[in-house]
């Protein structure tokens, strides 16, 4: 119990501090990495960090790191207290989402990519998790923007 208390305030205090679109983010996130077939244990949440939220006309653009760490619960079996195993491995999920402006803001555009913590840390992922970050964030701009009557009425002035 010694233990859970310090994980459950941990966990408490950066759920705290993240936007509903970040809390989003690592629910999806999560849901993506217990889906693969090579997971056979439950995940939690390490930490989360490196985290960039940006809107424009187009929508929300939201990127973070997730460190997870492995329980001692099977996926298959999930308990309701699965207790993080500290020698485990310690994945880390790079994540970029873009959301439209809408209400109820849905998925325009995403990209994971999880793996072991060097993993992610070598140039040439790190390269293409760039890219792949970059054209996420371009995901509704330019000519895959629906057109809406009067759009272009408030957008264009009048020349000087």
């Not at 492995?70 to 959301?99: D, I, N, W």
Request: aromatic share 8%; hydrophobic share 40%.
């Amino acid at each position: 119990v010694s233990l859970w208390l310090p994980l459950a305030l941990a966990v408490a205090a950066v759920a705290a501090g993240q936007s509903p679109l970040q809390r989003r983010v690592v629910r999806d996130v999560l849901e993506y990495f217990h889906g693969r077939s090579n997971v056979h244990f439950l995940f939690k949440e390490r930490d989360v960090d490196g985290v960039i939220e940006r809107e424009d006309a187009s929508g929300t653009f939201v990127q973070l790191r997730l460190g997870l760490a492995q329980t001692a619960c099977r996926k298959r079996a999930p308990q309701r207290h699965c207790r993080v195993l500290e020698s485990r491995r310690k994945p880390v999920c790079l994540a970029c989402y873009k959301f439209d402006t809408s209400d109820v803001p849905k998925v325009l555009d995403k990209y994971h990519n999880c793996g072991p913590s060097h993993h992610l840390a070598a140039k040439e992922i790190r390269q293409r998790d760039e890219a792949e970050c970059r054209a996420v964030e371009e995901a509704g701009k330019g000519g895959d923007t629906p057109y809406l009557p009067g759009m272009f009425a408030f957008s264009r002035g009048l020349p000087a």
